[in-house]
T-cell receptor
Framework: GAGVSQSPRYKVAKRGQDVALRCDPI?????LFWYQQALGQGPEFLTY????????KSGLPSDRFFAERPEGSVSTLKIQRTQQEDSAVYLC????????????FGPGTRLTVT | ELKVEQNPLFLSMQEGKNYTIYCNYS?????LYWYRQDPGKSLESLFV?????AVKQEGRLMASLDTKARLSTLHITAAVHDLSATYFC???????????FGTGTRLTIIP
């Protein structure tokens, strides 16, 4: 079936603009994750949902970052008043509950803040 | 807090040779994952290791887990050019599914 999809794939924002990044998880996957990957680095955890409940948002770097998953399926990561240090690839992943908890990653959204 | 370290960070190897990438983690990790990432692409899951002594193999790649030593290895046998990529290990714990990634090993296979 279809994998995790993300949109847009590329986003250029001027400093101070707000952006919204969308993630469509694999159908039926209960858990959804957002990670941030800076150039040349490993992904870093941002936040995690189980259905519509946000269980962990400890990785969100500031209160400018906000994520939601209102109906337990599609999720949106919003960044307000973007800064240059927000430039990165934002990866979304989803997984089933139970089993080996394997996470399947989307193609990512590359955000460039100018 | 779980910390994951990989070495080496960069690895150039000739086709046909064998090598091992090491992944050390700082505290108990209930699950250990290996991912592959090609330039400009997302992460592809390679292996999930769930228990001490677990060994999994796929083609020229073999992963193992030693929970007592807090060490996982990814062994490459008779490398071919197609294996050139960045490899990440990541750990997680029961009760919190978030993944903590290592810094990655950038592998280049030279003909």
């Amino acid at each position: 079936g279809a994998g995790v999809s993300q949109s847009p794939r590329y986003k250029v924002a001027k400093r101070g603009q707000d952006v919204a990044l969308r993630c469509d998880p694999i159908s039926g996957h209960v858990s959804l994750f957002w990670y941030q990957q800076a150039l040349g680095q490993g992904p870093e955890f941002l936040t995690y949902f189980q259905n519509e409940a946000q269980l962990d948002k400890s990785g969100l770097p500031s209160d400018r970052f906000f994520a939601e998953r209102p109906e337990g399926s599609v999720s949106t990561l919003k960044i307000q008043r973007t800064q240059q240090e927000d430039s990165a690839v934002y990866l979304c992943a989803s997984s089933q509950l139970g089993g080996n908890y394997e996470q399947y990653f989307g193609p990512g959204t590359r955000l460039t803040v100018t | 807090e779980l910390k994951v370290e990989q070495n080496p960070l960069f690895l150039s190897m000739q086709e046909g040779k064998n090598y091992t990438i090491y992944c050390n983690y700082s505290t108990t990790s209930d699950r250990l994952y290996w991912y592959r990432q090609d330039p400009g692409k997302s992460l592809e899951s390679l292996f999930v290791l769930l228990s001490n002594g677990a060994v999994k193999q796929e083609g020229r790649l073999m992963a193992s887990l030693d929970t007592k030593a807090r060490l996982s290895t990814l062994h490459i046998t008779a490398a071919v050019h197609d294996l050139s990529a960045t490899y990440f290990c990541a750990g997680s714990n029961f009760g919190n599914e978030k993944l903590t990634f290592g810094t990655g090993t950038r592998l280049t296979i030279i003909p």
